[in-house]
């Protein structure tokens, strides 16, 4: 069975406008599905759909089925609020474009990683401490006592999104879903956050769910692709075949954008 079943998948805005339409995949264990589409294709509010995050007045309709060993199978849409707390960060969990505002900026940030650590793993005192340095290391930052001790707002943006990371692989999931972790950082930082993501999530052997308007960047870190276009999926295949052959008139226009800022990088002094 598959670690994630999504099948069907409506979203409807709080005036019944569908924006997301009829999109169907699944992940297993250890796989790799980028879902790729420009601003307003519907992909971060699939994930959101996907952890039971979205916006009051919207409405899911579909199939939305988690299966995770020692959890179950268990069907997300419509699942009250407690349930989904129990699977969150179990079973999935999701690291936001933006960590500014996915971090409390009245708390340290060590602290705000010892809550997973503790909950997790039920850690306590010395062993907790520890645990955070432990995480914030794995996530290749330099200071991790500075970083422990300081807020959000006094560590850089590329630090932020490595302590959001962190947050979330300290729950141990069996599935990240990343929505535009690197959009907004530079691009020597973003370069370096993929390749943190991508080594971590093969260590881990987690699942990854990685969501983006860049093939260049999808293509870096999953083995398939979806394409989705004004809420509706209109392609999916295994990246190098949607590269190579793109089959949809968007995601060929895609590719071609693709390709045109490779050629602009290669001719660049």
Not at 222 to 228: F, I, K, N, P
């Amino acid at each position: 069975m598959s670690l994630l079943e999504v099948t069907g998948l409506r979203v409807a805005a709080a005036d019944g406008r569908e924006l997301v339409r009829d999109v169907s995949f699944a992940v297993d264990a250890g796989e790799r599905l980028g879902l790729i589409g420009e601003s307003g294709s519907g992909k971060s509010l699939t994930a959101l759909a996907i952890m039971g995050l979205l916006p009051a007045g919207m409405t899911v309709a579909g199939g939305v089925v988690l299966d995770v060993p020692g959890l179950g199978r268990t069907e997300v849409a419509g699942l009250a609020e407690q349930r989904l707390n129990a699977l969150r960060g179990r079973a999935a969990t999701v690291v936001f474009q933006e960590p500014l505002t996915a971090l409390d900026p009245l708390m340290r940030v060590g602290r705000q990683l010892a809550e997973p650590l503790r909950r997790r793993r039920g850690l306590r005192g010395a062993a907790l401490r520890a645990a955070v340095r432990a995480a914030l290391t794995e996530v290749r930052l330099a200071e991790p006592d500075r970083i422990a001790k300081a807020f959000p707002h006094q560590i850089s943006g590329g630090q932020r999104q490595r302590v959001a990371i962190a947050m979330a692989l300290a729950c141990e999931p069996a599935l990240l879903i990343a929505d535009e972790p690197t959009t907004a950082l530079d691009v020597t930082v973003q370069a370096d956050v993929l390749a943190l993501l991508d080594a971590l999530v093969r260590e881990k052997g987690m699942a990854l769910l990685f969501i983006s308007h860049d093939l260049a960047v999808v293509s870096a870190v999953t083995d398939r692709v979806v394409v989705l276009k004004d809420g509706v999926a209109v392609e999916s295949g295994a990246v190098a075949d949607i590269v190579r052959a793109p089959a949809h008139p968007y995601t060929r226009s895609l590719v071609a954008s693709a390709r045109e800022l490779d050629s602009a990088l290669d001719l660049a002094p």
